[in-house]
């Protein structure tokens, strides 16, 4: 048991459960309206959006996940980096439109424009599933990051005494998040990324003095890595497979319900665009954060299970109480985009299930309490997947959940563009798409979302995502001409050309 | 407010596309710079690009 690790650790988490309450009392807003609850009002700025989405687009899973695929395979995890440098300039083209789109419609999700636009709620619905099915093992695979680091800290007792720091853990986030909403990872997020930035700077300065210099990393990586059946430079055979997953996985990051929600509480299309120039300052930290993978191999860290390749390495070459304070940074890390995905998928029930199915009976609108309730339900719901079902599983449904949500891109991405594509047409492309992406992943049992695809005597090694968009895209597009051919309904658009391009006027008081 | 994109210049975001995505491009060991074999360091190069095109472009979008 390192103790002062754990100190160090205690103190940060507390710090951040008195933010966290704090949160609701911050820019002072009516909780009863889901879009205070659920958007903090659209209000945040440059600043707070910066710290927002960051804390959001790179988790704590990302943070243990990326260096343990570095420490095994090499080259190949390094898709993370053009992963997240092409999700920028398809944040500043496509976000803003949505964002106009949806302060001037109060859509609080992209199910809600996805209804607005095509005029069928059964499009909405599938949007909606989609993402809250793809944000469950998201949420889950964030406790995963505060296990490794309480296992590597020492606290790993047996039965319920095992599960315990998890669950109290995950009880206070739920806690605040009722109360505070989309305010209490804002806030925290400035906290945890300070925390995070600190670690990165310390680790990639600190560590590479200690084993000899980065020239020495990358030798001594290079010598290990065959054995792993991996390689420092990427292998021919994987170029198409690195390509696509990078390609697929930035266009699912940006519509997942967190990304959505997170560029929704900005105040203005321009903030997003600001950040989109501003965010790439954590694809660099993440770098460096995918690179402790190769530190690992130098400093001759020999674990298999990979979860625990950054908190022994830490262990291995900081201070313990500096170890502690980058594994507090990882914990909390981990707790604010479970928020904010906690607070997506609550908004999606609440606005595309509740509302549309079940609320109309009722007469009543109590959205905000059912957000708050549906919320806490997700949060509870993670816990439970994690603690009682096996952790591959969730590593499994992740996996499916990139594959599922780019199956949204025509019905949200190309719908802020045209509405040339037929609604039903959308709705049955997206089917082919998640049962082609689903089947592929099936078929490899799972275990990667790379799937091989053989076009006469030559194969392809692409991610599943990809070639389950292109089936997606092409029956939508067939199925369009053949609906539109046949005069098939294809409903009222609820929007205006005028309101993708409707910005706020800057400095305006919010409303 | 009525905004009005300049989105000709949008076009200029596919050479991250294009920069980060083919990897034959980028593939090897050498040239290396301060001990990063020639794929590291030209990577990270990128993420200063992209920002810096996201700066201009966003610089020509409002001006």
Redesign the interface.
């Given at each position: 048991m390192y103790w002062s690790a754990f100190i160090v650790f205690l103190i940060l988490f507390v710090l951040v459960t008195i933010l966290g309450f704090y949160a609701a009392r911050w820019h002072h807003g009516d909780m009863d309206l889901i879009e205070e609850w659920g958007l903090a009002g659209r209000r945040f700025g440059t600043f707070v959006t910066w710290f927002l989405l960051g804390g959001d687009l790179y988790t704590a899973y990302t943070f243990i996940a990326v260096p343990a695929l570095v420490y095994g395979a090499g080259?190949f995890g390094?898709f993370a980096?053009?992963y997240t440098?092409?999700v920028?300039?398809i944040m500043?083209?496509v976000m803003p439109r949505l964002w106009r789109v949806s302060k001037q419609r109060n859509y609080v999700t992209a199910a809600d424009f996805v209804r607005g636009r095509f005029d069928s709620s059964l499009l909405a619905l599938a949007v909606a599933l989609t993402g809250i099915l793809a944000t469950m093992p998201y949420i889950a695979l964030q406790l995963t990051g505060i296990q490794a680091v309480l296992t590597a800290m020492g606290l790993s007792g047996h039965g319920i005494m095992k599960d315990l720091p998890l669950i109290i853990a995950f009880v206070i986030l739920a806690a605040y998040t009722y109360t505070s909403g989309l305010r209490a990872p804002a806030l925290t997020a400035i906290l945890k990324d300070l925390l995070i930035y600190v670690t990165v700077i310390v680790a990639c300065i600190a560590i590479p003095m200690q084993l000899g210099?980065?020239?020495?990393?990358?030798h001594v990586a290079a010598a290990a890595l065959p054995a792993k059946k991996g390689s420092?430079?990427?292998?021919?055979k994987?170029?198409s497979a690195?390509?696509t997953l990078?390609?697929g996985s930035a266009f699912a990051l940006l519509l997942y319900p967190h990304a959505v929600t997170g560029s929704l509480g900005a105040k203005s299309?321009?903030t997003i665009?600001?950040n989109?120039?501003?965010l790439?300052?954590y694809?660099?930290a993440l770098?460096f954060i995918a690179?402790l993978g190769y530190m690992a191999i130098a400093a001759g860290i020999h674990t298999t299970d990979t979860n625990l390749v950054v908190p022994l390495l830490f262990l291995k070459t900081l201070p313990t109480w500096f170890a502690g304070f980058a594994f507090g940074a990882i914990a909390i890390g981990a707790l604010v985009p479970a928020a904010i995905m906690a607070i997506a998928a609550a908004n999606l029930f609440t606005r595309n299930i509740y509302r549309e199915y079940f609320a109309a009976k009722t007469g009543r609108n109590r959205e905000a309490q059912v957000a708050k309730i549906v919320g806490m339900i997700v949060i509870i719901g993670a816990l439970f997947f994690i603690v009682v079902i096996p952790l591959q599983y969730a590593i499994y449904f992740q996996t499916l959940g990139g594959i599922w949500i780019l199956q949204t891109v025509p019905a949200i991405m190309f719908g802020l563009y045209t509405r040339w594509f037929h609604r039903w047409a959308l709705l049955l492309g997206w089917l082919v798409g998640m049962v082609v992406g689903t089947g592929m992943a099936a078929a490899e049992s799972f275990k990667t979302s790379l799937y091989p695809l053989h076009f006469g005597h030559s194969v392809i090694l692409a991610y599943a995502g990809i070639w389950a968009i292109i089936a997606n895209i092409v029956v939508t597009v067939v199925l369009t001409l053949i609906f539109n051919g046949m005069r098939v309904s294809n409903g009222q658009d609820g929007t205006l050309a005028?309101d993708y391009?409707?910005?706020?006027?800057e400095g305006a008081a919010a409303r | 407010?009525?905004?009005?994109?300049k989105t000709r210049w949008?076009w200029l975001?596919l050479l991250?596309?294009i920069g980060?995505?083919?990897?034959?491009i980028f593939?090897?060991?050498r040239p290396?710079l301060?001990?990063?074999?020639f794929?590291?360091w030209y990577?990270?190069l990128?993420?200063?690009l992209?920002?810096i095109?996201?700066?201009i472009?966003?610089f020509i979008?409002?001006h």
């Amino acid at each position: 048991m390192y103790w002062s690790a754990f100190i160090v650790f205690l103190i940060l988490f507390v710090l951040v459960t008195i933010l966290g309450f704090y949160a609701a009392r911050w820019h002072h807003g009516d909780m009863d309206l889901i879009e205070e609850w659920g958007l903090a009002g659209r209000r945040f700025g440059t600043f707070v959006t910066w710290f927002l989405l960051g804390g959001d687009l790179y988790t704590a899973y990302t943070f243990i996940a990326v260096p343990a695929l570095v420490y095994g395979a090499g080259a190949f995890g390094f898709f993370a980096v053009p992963y997240t440098i092409v999700v920028f300039p398809i944040m500043y083209i496509v976000m803003p439109r949505l964002w106009r789109v949806s302060k001037q419609r109060n859509y609080v999700t992209a199910a809600d424009f996805v209804r607005g636009r095509f005029d069928s709620s059964l499009l909405a619905l599938a949007v909606a599933l989609t993402g809250i099915l793809a944000t469950m093992p998201y949420i889950a695979l964030q406790l995963t990051g505060i296990q490794a680091v309480l296992t590597a800290m020492g606290l790993s007792g047996h039965g319920i005494m095992k599960d315990l720091p998890l669950i109290i853990a995950f009880v206070i986030l739920a806690a605040y998040t009722y109360t505070s909403g989309l305010r209490a990872p804002a806030l925290t997020a400035i906290l945890k990324d300070l925390l995070i930035y600190v670690t990165v700077i310390v680790a990639c300065i600190a560590i590479p003095m200690q084993l000899g210099g980065y020239g020495h990393i990358f030798h001594v990586a290079a010598a290990a890595l065959p054995a792993k059946k991996g390689s420092l430079i990427l292998s021919p055979k994987l170029f198409s497979a690195f390509a696509t997953l990078a390609l697929g996985s930035a266009f699912a990051l940006l519509l997942y319900p967190h990304a959505v929600t997170g560029s929704l509480g900005a105040k203005s299309g321009r903030t997003i665009q600001r950040n989109a120039a501003l965010l790439p300052l954590y694809s660099l930290a993440l770098t460096f954060i995918a690179l402790l993978g190769y530190m690992a191999i130098a400093a001759g860290i020999h674990t298999t299970d990979t979860n625990l390749v950054v908190p022994l390495l830490f262990l291995k070459t900081l201070p313990t109480w500096f170890a502690g304070f980058a594994f507090g940074a990882i914990a909390i890390g981990a707790l604010v985009p479970a928020a904010i995905m906690a607070i997506a998928a609550a908004n999606l029930f609440t606005r595309n299930i509740y509302r549309e199915y079940f609320a109309a009976k009722t007469g009543r609108n109590r959205e905000a309490q059912v957000a708050k309730i549906v919320g806490m339900i997700v949060i509870i719901g993670a816990l439970f997947f994690i603690v009682v079902i096996p952790l591959q599983y969730a590593i499994y449904f992740q996996t499916l959940g990139g594959i599922w949500i780019l199956q949204t891109v025509p019905a949200i991405m190309f719908g802020l563009y045209t509405r040339w594509f037929h609604r039903w047409a959308l709705l049955l492309g997206w089917l082919v798409g998640m049962v082609v992406g689903t089947g592929m992943a099936a078929a490899e049992s799972f275990k990667t979302s790379l799937y091989p695809l053989h076009f006469g005597h030559s194969v392809i090694l692409a991610y599943a995502g990809i070639w389950a968009i292109i089936a997606n895209i092409v029956v939508t597009v067939v199925l369009t001409l053949i609906f539109n051919g046949m005069r098939v309904s294809n409903g009222q658009d609820g929007t205006l050309a005028e309101d993708y391009t409707t910005e706020p006027v800057e400095g305006a008081a919010a409303r | 407010m009525q905004i009005h994109s300049k989105t000709r210049w949008y076009w200029l975001f596919l050479l991250p596309f294009i920069g980060t995505l083919w990897p034959p491009i980028f593939a090897s060991y050498r040239p290396t710079l301060a001990g990063f074999p020639f794929m590291y360091w030209y990577l990270i190069l990128w993420i200063f690009l992209v920002a810096i095109l996201s700066g201009i472009i966003y610089f020509i979008d409002t001006h």
